[in-house]
């Protein structure tokens, strides 16, 4: 393992609401730790939990799931299929002996950059508490 | 006759009354339903011994007399059968024999459109499980100490497992054998589903005489199989005695209190999610890629899929991104028939393990795969 | 004369905006000019958007950035517009480009000058002056056009004479020019049009509201602080001190409905505002305490009602109906002053913060300018229009939308919008696309079976990524990625020169992939991606990774954490430009023909509107003749007589050849999609068949006949649709109105506030005392809603003696020989003998939208009117492309909006119709058909009814499909793919996310 370990967050964000969020954070120099890794897809309805499983297979601590708000989808309602989907998936990977706050959704809106960059802070310090993924872990050695 | 009616019902052909289980009466419908053209085809299992039953789609009904009598020791689903016969013909009709778990499958099926529920028609069987045939060969010598090759019928009654020959008839207690580790298959240990309620009709011996098969008409589909039967002067029918009623219910219930007490055994919690991790990981440690898991699942609507296509052999992962996909996408769906764990190489007990993960999912949502036609979770739009 | 294809819209909020879209896609060069830095308007200062609580800035934001981006739209902020001559489709419109002191060229928006300007603390318009700017500044982060925009009357340069170098130093680019002057332009259009707007009614001189109070905020200012981008992060706190306000007041008609004679009109906005501003708060926290001091709730519009009761019963705002007089300080809190209307007593009421809910006024400038031009105004300063062409000025060729016409709602602001597009359309039709331009690109470059060869630029963006990330290391570490051939760090890749360098290297290498490292996709992708499609790439072999706002903006004391991420990012990106692939956008023809379904007010003035600029119409109605509901009306509250107004109209329609008219007739059958539709018609008995490109649903609406309420008979008891018919003649001394009758109920289909009953109410009253004053007229009401200007109808009403008495729905009116009714105010039973009972019914929605919504696979609202595809940015389309929806068919509502939701749809109809083809999306999805099992949950999860399975396999509808993906992801064979974020795609960046 490295010397020091970080947090490795896979994020998925959809391009209308939560990557313009996280733009937003950026454009107001809200600090963030440098745990995430962002994937951009059109729609949170674009996320599939196979996607999330090889980011947690891959090594990632923590994998966020992210969208607009329920209403506000770009698409009509790809974020409440996604959230369909992540509530299904959240109990596998329950089952599979992950901890809670390794899989999580949050929406987040455009103009959310403090919001965004307090989510990114406060899921750190979660996965800097409970450690690697112990599937990670199973993966290292 | 009508919907919701119980019958008692035997082929009126005397040869097939005796070479059929329970009166012939389901060999007798398939006939019926070719001979009046309700389908095309219909699916048997042709008997090869008492260890080996071949499925065999046919039009013909020599060959579907010849298919009579009861196997279990053959835990083959037939879903897939039925799915190849839709493929072939999108617009014909076919009837079959069906085990609850057959029915199950075929009603999932249905769901993913790769079986037209209004031209298939679903002949129920109790079930009180079934035997995988090498074990019970192996438990044959042991246990009964009778020559596996000799054996002409076999039969699950009162608790017993009941094995004749020309010769002799031996009988040891379900739960004797099995504690030795023999008997159903696990799968079936712990199914709870013993009369198949969601086909057209649900037949069995439970509450029959000699020679009978005891009937509820289900549905619409049902009371056409058995008309055009009785018409065509195939078989005979009579009310179902009071007794004979009461009798079903009663072995229904033991099957389901044994199965419950399986369940308990089978699936203790695993409530350290760190033990949880390591009991998955080690489990599906051993295996080697084959996808028969796959191919055989009745469930499973797809051939070439994103498990397969998502899996990389360069990965090194202890449990594969085949597997973890294939949780996930069982787990609204699967119905624990234990094709999977019958045709593992590697010998990973993955009905156990999909159903650990499907229970959950399954009891969130309140879906039961298989009994009806409510849209399984991951479908679902709204 | 020649008609010029070009238009000036001036006025860059949201009406502005779709106008412009709209426009520039029907092929009309567009200028868009508004005189604040940035277009937006007042909706990109709005936190939500009532009734769907949806975040403003999400929903307007892409229309902001595809304004920016469109090839015919010239957006010229900080714009004034001196002055307008000529005649209708030939003007010279003169302009003035403000000075920022930057080039806009050149400067690319990243915000360093702005850090670096010593003047701090300047109130910030876009926060209503409770944020602070400097005196260089960009308004807000999604500002468009993102520029910096020096304040010459802060800036020190400016004011004092010091040769402050802040933000000359910062700016690598050297974009800020101290010696810029304002420029004059002369532009030749074919038309203008005014989306000039309304502002937020100032409260300074209403000292009884303590207005100069911190914690008495305009409702716009505390939208600012609701809002996440505001000053406070969308923490709600009082100004004063900083605590949580547990108490918030907010009072109504601020600045409308006062005796005040330039203020006398409704607002009609800001019930609404409110009640969405209190459940914003209440979910912010739940134990604040919310009061609305109303005098009428006015919901009027779709949604509205319901949004007032859930506002009521789910979040416990209280409803105070009232007139508050004073707010007062008194211990460092706030004291409410008002009568309660109810219990017509005086009250005082203490409170932690007061909003005041200021009323929508017109800009004097605005008006001055209006005035020079020569465009009627009103008494209120609001531009003046007729009732049957609501968006046309008395000047030919300058058009009207919005609020600047009159105070209305972000949707019917972008109808009107989309409705004076549309006729700017019809006008210029001959000038169509002659001013507009289409690049020319070399030929693309066939990339296939050929080994990825990859090219990748790092910009240092200034300091802005250079100064926190180590950019040469990250090239080098490039280098070392497999198919990387070429790859180095540029300090703008955004500049022409780095623009210059991508086409060079492209060409030099050999690449036939471009990965840049720099910003946001949002913004600069298609810059990118143009410079491929130059340099003979397809624009969608070029892939971003996000180093600036996803990294070195965000980790500015980590340098070599940040560097690390960087190489990883760009990692990610460089393992999905590797299995990039080459995506055309298809292009699907169109039917230049259109079916409107009903031929009432809104049908007739659609298809009209489309003949009118050229196209042929089929115009299907169900009944023996034209005019539908209107033909029963013969008054209007304002403007000339109805009857006329729908005779012209169908005499239009009849003669003009274009259209094609089908009565006795009904629409059987619809298959087919956008450009392409097919529909079976029946009349009188025998079936023809039509194709056709688009369609609108006109459909109408009824009046509710009330049977079984308050002993209706059609004699006695009647509705005003049948006292319209006999208000002439009747010989009444006592007539009784009962408003609401069979609308604002409890339970579905009409929970619904039917907007036009309380307008028609008074109307009809005032024609009954103008006959004869000596005749009593009562209204018995539960809310008077006459919004906007009918405000002065109500007024009109009280001064010409009709008795307005307020029931409530706990002691609903008694009608036999007399009628009875609990008059709350002074506290007794007042009873009453009307020789005639007159009672208000609800519009409801023609019984045919069932079967009408599903052969065109559209929905229905609970109240079975229409569904349109977005209740605020999209009021007259489908989410189901190709097909429209305008008038009562949408809702109920006056004639005025009908006509401009039905010239909105006509407007929007034709953009498909004039480019005679529909462009459909490059990303969308795909479907392998070796694989795909036909299992059908595509179908299920498409909103859009893009997929169906046909013949056991998935078929994609490229015209309908959006490209959301999320179809593939229910895949479970993996037969379906999103084109450009395919499975393997998206993949390979999870699995280069962390180097290890």
């Known amino acids: 393992m490295e010397e020091e370990w970080i947090p490795k967050i896979t994020l998925f964000c959809c391009n209308w609401c939560s990557y313009a969020g996280s733009d937003d954070a950026g454009v107001g120099r809200k600090q963030q730790p440098p745990t995430t890794r962002t994937i951009r897809v059109m729609c949170s309805g674009r996320t599939d939990p196979a996607f999330v499983l090889a980011a947690l297979l891959e090594g990632s601590d923590a994998v966020l799931f992210t969208g607009c708000h329920i209403g506000d989808c770009h698409y009509i309602s790809g974020n409440y299929k996604a959230k369909k989907k992540f509530e299904m998936l959240k109990e596998v990977v329950d089952e599979l002996g992950l901890e809670d706050e390794r899989l999580q959704l949050q929406w987040i809106s455009a103009s959310e950059g403090s919001e965004f960059a307090a989510y990114i802070n406060k899921v750190t310090e979660e996965i800097e508490a409970i450690g690697p993924s112990p599937l990670r872990q199973e993966w290292m050695k | ?382 | 004369m020649e008609r010029v294809g070009s238009v000036l819209v001036v006025g860059g909020g949201v009406g502005g905006i779709q106008a412009s879209l709209d426009l520039a896609d029907s092929g009309f060069k567009v200028y868009l000019i508004d005189h604040r830095p940035s277009i937006g308007g007042g909706m990109a200062q709005l936190d939500k958007t009532f009734p769907t609580c949806d975040c403003s800035l999400c929903i307007e934001s892409p229309k902001l950035v595809e304004a920016s981006r469109h090839p015919n739209i010239d957006v010229l902020g900080y714009t004034e517009l001196i002055s307008v001559e000529g005649e209708a489709g030939n003007f010279i419109a003169k302009i003035n480009k403000k000075s920022r002191y930057v080039d806009v060229d050149i400067c690319n928006g990243c915000g360093a000058c702005t850090a670096k300007c010593p003047v701090k603390g300047i109130p910030s318009e876009f926060d209503e002056g409770i944020g602070e700017r400097r005196a260089i500044y960009i308004p807000f982060s999604q500002a468009v056009p993102n520029k910096a925009t020096i304040d010459v009357e802060h800036c020190l340069v400016f004011t004092i004479g010091r040769n402050c170098k802040g933000c000359r130093k910062a700016c690598t680019l050297d974009a800020i020019k101290l010696d810029m002057e304002d420029e004059e332009v002369d532009l030749r259009v074919g038309a203008v049009l005014f989306a000039t707007g309304a502002v937020p009614y100032d409260p300074s001189d209403l000292t009884q509201y303590s207005p100069e109070h911190p914690d008495v905020l305009t409702a716009m200012q505390f939208e600012r602080l609701m809002c996440a981008n505001g000053p406070t992060g969308g923490h709600i706190k009082r100004l004063s001190d900083g605590e949580d306000p547990k108490r918030i007041a907010f009072i109504q008609c601020v600045g409308s409905r006062t005796p005040k004679k330039d203020i006398e009109y409704c607002s009609a906005v800001c019930c609404n505002y409110a009640t969405k501003e209190a459940i914003i708060t209440k979910e912010h926290s739940r134990d604040v305490d919310i009061s609305i001091f109303y005098m009428d709730y006015r919901a009027c519009g779709k949604g509205f009602e319901e949004f007032y009761k859930r506002g009521k019963e789910e979040y416990g705002i209280n409803y105070i109906r009232s007139r508050a007089s004073e707010v007062y300080q008194s211990n460092g809190n706030l004291v409410v002053k008002y009568e309660d209307l109810d219990e017509a007593q005086i009250k005082e009421e203490e409170f932690d913060m007061v909003i005041l809910s200021v009323g929508l006024s017109q800009p004097k400038r605005t008006q001055d300018l209006l005035r020079k031009i020569g465009v009627n105004l009103n008494e209120f300063g609001m531009v003046e229009t007729v009732m049957n062409h609501p968006v046309e000025t008395n000047v030919p060729g300058i058009f009207v939308c919005g609020t600047a016409q009159g105070p209305k709602d972000i949707p019917e602001t972008v109808a009107q919008s989309s409705g004076a597009a549309g006729k700017i359309g019809s006008l210029l039709s001959d000038a169509r696309n002659t001013l507009t331009v289409k690049k020319e690109l070399p030929p693309e470059k066939d990339v296939t079976g050929e080994e990825p060869r990859i090219g990748v630029f790092v910009c240092h963006c200034g300091i802005n990524i250079g100064g926190v990330v180590d950019v040469p290391a990250v090239v080098e570490y490039v280098k070392t990625l497999p198919n990387v051939v070429y790859a180095a760090d540029q300090p703008y890749t955004c500049s022409d020169d780095g623009n210059k360098q991508i086409f060079d290297k492209i060409h030099e290498f050999d690449l036939n992939r471009v990965v840049v490292a720099a910003c946001t996709p949002r913004t600069h992708e298609p810059l990118f991606q143009a410079t491929c499609a130059e340099a003979g790439l397809n624009p969608f072999l070029f892939e971003f990774a996000n180093i600036r706002e996803h990294c070195s903006w965000i980790h500015m004391d980590e340098k070599e954490l940040a560097t690390q991420k960087a190489k990883e990012v760009v990692r990610m990106s460089v393992a999905k430009a590797r299995l990039l692939e080459p995506l055309e956008r298809g292009e699907i023809p169109v039917n230049q023909k259109a079916l409107v379904i009903g031929g009432g007010i809104s049908g007739m003035s659609a298809a009209l509107d489309l003949a009118a600029g050229g196209f042929p119409v089929c115009l299907v109605e169900r009944s023996g003749e034209l005019g539908g509901l209107l033909k029963h009306v013969t008054a209007l509250p304002r403007g000339k007589d109805p009857r006329d107004i729908l005779n012209e109209t169908i005499k239009k329609v009849e003669e003009n050849d274009l259209i094609n008219v089908y009565l006795n007739s009904e629409v059987t059958s619809v298959s087919g999609s956008v450009g392409n539709f097919t529909a079976k018609i029946l009349s009188h008995g025998k079936e023809d068949e039509i194709d056709f490109g688009v369609a609108i649903l006109a459909t109408g609406g009824d009046e509710f006949k009330p049977d079984g309420y308050y002993g209706y008979d059609g004699k006695r008891v009647i509705t005003q649709l049948e006292l319209e018919k006999i208000i002439d003649e009747i010989e009444a001394n006592t007539i009784v109105m009962i408003q609401c009758v069979g609308s604002r109920e409890e339970e579905p289909p009409r929970t619904y506030c039917s907007k036009i009953c309380c307008t028609e109410a008074v109307k009809n009253a005032i024609r009954i005392k103008e006959r004869n004053p000596k005749t009593e007229v009562f209204i018995l009401y539960k809310d008077v809603r006459t919004y906007g200007i009918n405000e002065l109808l109500y007024r009109d009403a009280r001064d010409k003696g009709v008795i307005f008495i307020r029931y409530t729905d706990e002691q609903k009116p008694v009608v036999n020989e007399y009628v009875e009714v609990y008059d709350e105010f002074i506290g007794q039973e007042i009873k009453i003998k009307p020789d005639l009972v007159v009672l208000s019914t609800p519009m409801v929605p023609n019984e045919d939208n069932d079967a009408v919504g599903k052969m065109f696979k559209v929905p229905l609202a609970p109240s079975n009117f229409f569904l349109e595809a977005h209740v605020k940015l999209r009021p007259v389309d489908f989410a189901t492309d190709g097909v429209y929806l305008c008038g009562l068919a949408h809702g109920p509502k006056p004639i005025d909006e009908c006509i401009a939701q039905a010239s909105a749809a006509a407007g929007r109809a034709s953009i498909p119709l004039s480019a005679g083809k529909v462009i459909a999306e490059a990303i969308v999805a795909s479907v392998d058909e070796e694989k795909c099992v036909g299992c059908g949950v595509c179908e299920d999860k498409c909103a859009y009814l893009a997929v169906s399975i046909e013949d056991g396999k998935a078929t994609v509808n490229r015209a309908m499909c959006k490209g959301c993906g999320t179809c593939v992801t229910a895949c479970p064979t993996g037969a379906m793919e999103q084109l450009h974020f395919k499975n393997d795609q998206i993949l390979a960046q999870v699995k280069h996310a962390f180097a290890w």
């Open chain 2, 1 to 382: 006759m009508k919907i919701g009616d119980c019958v008692v019902a035997w082929s009126k052909d005397e040869e097939l009354r005796k070479m059929g289980a329970s009166g012939g009466l389901v060999t007798s419908l398939l006939v019926g339903a070719l001979e009046t053209e309700l389908v095309d085809e219909v699916i048997a299992l042709r008997k090869i011994s008492e260890f080996e039953g071949v499925p065999i789609r046919t039009s013909d009904t020599d060959e579907a007399i010849r298919s009579a009598g009861s196997l279990h020791a053959a835990p083959i689903n037939l879903t897939k059968f039925a799915v190849r016969f839709f493929e072939e013909h999108p617009d014909g009709a076919i009837a079959l024999p069906v085990k609850p778990c057959d029915c199950r499958g075929i009603i999932e099926q249905a769901k993913r459109r790769k079986i037209d529920m209004d031209r298939i028609y679903l002949i129920g069987l109790n079930c009180g499980g079934t035997m995988d045939p090498i074990t019970t060969m192996e438990m044959l010598e042991k246990m009964y100490e009778m020559d596996p090759k000799k054996i002409v019928e076999e039969e699950i009654l009162k608790g017993k497992l009941i094995f004749k020959t020309e010769e002799e008839e031996k009988a040891i207690s379900i739960d004797e054998v099995e504690e030795a580790g023999y008997g159903r298959r696990e799968s079936c240990r712990y199914c709870g589903i013993n009369i198949p309620m969601m086909a057209d009709l649900a037949c069995g011996n439970w509450g029959a005489g000699e020679d009978e098969t005891f009937v509820e008409i289900l549905t619409e589909k049902g009371l056409r199989l058995m008309k055009s039967a009785v018409d065509h002067g195939l078989i005979e029918t009579a009310p179902a005695p009071e007794k004979g009623i009461k009798i079903r219910e009663k072995t229904n219930s033991v099957m389901e209190n044994v199965a419950k007490t399986w369940y308990e055994k089978v699936f203790v919690p695993i409530e350290d999610r760190s033990e949880r991790m390591k009991y998955y990981m080690d489990a599906m440690e051993d295996c080697i890629d084959c996808e028969a898991c796959k191919y055989v699942c009745p469930v499973c609507s797809c051939d070439e899929s994103k498990c397969i296509g998502f899996y990389d052999p360069m990965d090194s992962h202890k449990i594969s991104i085949y597997h973890l996909i294939r949780l996930l996408h069982l787990a609204d769906s699967c119905i624990g028939c234990g094709q999977c764990t019958d045709v593992c190489p590697a010998e990973i007990p993955l009905t156990i393990l999909h159903k650990r993960v499907a229970d959950r999912i399954q009891a969130k949502y309140d879906y039961i795969p298989g009994i009806d036609m409510k849209t399984p979770p991951f479908f679902e739009v709204e």
